[in-house]
């Protein structure tokens, strides 16, 4: 017999914040013959995903559907509204809100950084004065991320906007949603947020290759004197031929019927049920880390994610060594870590097309790569998790009988 089979059996546990596990269904949609993209049938499909990723975000407003990953979004939402030597204010809530920030830098803009130690999302304390200090109105955009992936944090929009008002600033709100949308309650519209930026991978349950700019009115206004050079992240020509059913290019067309499928499943689960579904996979998710002894990387119990959770390893355990171990062993994939903390924690995507059983099932290979990498952990971090479950289902079906 060999001694090490090099065919993994079983299903791969793709435990990492997006992308996430695609349903079948959604690979079944984009598994059709390619049709022509300026034909009527397209036309359709196009209408049907233009329509229904509003609902989404929650605008009545047009959605932009760019063929790029979230990356390509974060440009077109800063080229579409800022003009070279803009001022905007960003909070270094971790890798992703850096990466941003780094973007902002290399298109000419003028970053200030609210720098962070990566265990809180953003506070809206420190937005607020920030701009009271703005006495010359200077800061044209606020950017924030809802999620912050790398750290596992949920910054609440509402009262972002809120400190925005209360300081009488009138720069442009723009928010990455791109871990949190369709995972986490997000409305554009009711928290006057200027610009959202979605992505397609994660709480979409689609491959990486979309993303998305919700805009306000306020955006689309500020659009018309925008002087960064943009082409392919344009959002006139876009809207333009949007509204007929075309796209100015070849868009990703099977991505399209794949976004067509996963909207229609997030509505039949019924949006609500789907963010009850994420806060209950992730708080199982931190009792058991919190019954193995372990750490949250997030020092904030009210910013915990709903779709990650990052867990740091004591003092002298590698957690890219314990993360490739338990890849080879058991055919886990978790997230990395990053900044000041590479190699310190490891990340549990808890997100898309997931349910109890699935994290159990991740829950239990990570008590036991765990005990293997001797990290010191208490057992019984599953048990923990499998109790907070029946206690959730039973409260809701008690909910459900009233
Ligand atoms: C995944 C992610 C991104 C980057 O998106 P890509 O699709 O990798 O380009 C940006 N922001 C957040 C919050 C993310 O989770």
């Known amino acids: 017999m060999a001694k090490n089979s090099s ?4 299903r791969h546990f793709l435990q990492i914040p997006g992308p996430t596990p695609v349903p079948d269904r959604v690979l079944r949609a984009m598994d059709t013959p390619v049709i022509d993209h300026r034909g009527p049938e397209f036309a359709k499909l196009a209408k049907r995903c233009l329509e229904g990723i509003k609902t989404i975000f ?11 990953t979230g990356t390509g979004a974060w440009e077109g939402a800063l080229v579409n509204t800022l003009s070279p030597g803009d001022r905007v204010l960003m909070v270094e809530t971790g890798q992703f809100a850096s990466l941003w920030k780094k973007m902002a830098e290399k298109l000419g803009l003028k970053p200030e950084f609210i720098t962070s130690d990566w265990r809180n999302g953003a506070d809206p304390k420190a937005i607020e004065a920030k701009l009271r200090e703005d006495k010359g109105k ?9 999620n912050e992936t790398s750290t596992g944090a949920l910054t609440p929009i509402a009262e972002i906007r809120k400190a925005i008002d209360a300081a009488g600033h009138p720069a442009l ?28 991978q994660k709480g979409l349950m689609m491959p990486p290759g979309m993303s998305f700019n919700a805009i306000s009115d306020k955006a689309l206004a500020a659009n018309k004197t925008s ?10 020509e876009m809207l333009a031929m949007n509204k007929v059913g075309f796209f100015p290019y070849t868009p990703g067309t099977q991505m399209l019927h794949g976004l067509a499928a996963g909207i229609d499943m997030l509505h039949e689960e019924g949006l609500d049920n789907v963010f009850a579904r994420h806060e209950r996979l992730a708080e199982a998710t931190r009792r058991a880390v919190k019954a193995w002894g372990l750490e949250n990387l997030n020092k904030n119990a009210s910013q915990y994610s709903p779709t990650i959770t990052a867990i740091l390893l004591p003092e002298g355990h590698d957690a890219d060594a314990f993360r490739a171990q338990a890849l080879e062993r058991f055919n886990i994939s978790y997230g990395a870590s990053f900044g000041a903390y590479a190699g310190k924690y ?8 997931i349910n109890d059983g699935t994290l159990i099932g991740a829950l239990g290979i990570t008590e036991l790569a765990l005990q293997l990498a001797n990290v010191p952990v208490k057992k019984g971090g599953v048990q923990a998790a499998m109790d907070y479950l029946a206690s959730a289902h039973s409260a809701a079906a008690k909910q459900a009988a009233e």
């Open 7 to 10: 065919r993994p059996v079983g």
């Open 58 to 68: 929650k605008t009545t407003n047009p959605v932009i559907i760019y063929t790029a």
């Open 138 to 146: 200077e800061i044209k955009a606020v950017c924030v991320l809802h």
């Open 173 to 200: 709100l723009m928010v990455d949603t791109i871990s949190s949308l369709a995972s986490a309650d997000y409305r554009h519209d009711e928290w006057g947020v200027d610009v959202s930026v979605g992505g397609a």
């Open 227 to 236: 002087k960064l050079p943009k082409s392919f992240w344009a959002w006139d």
């Open 346 to 353: 490891f990340r549990i995507g808890h997100l898309g097309d």
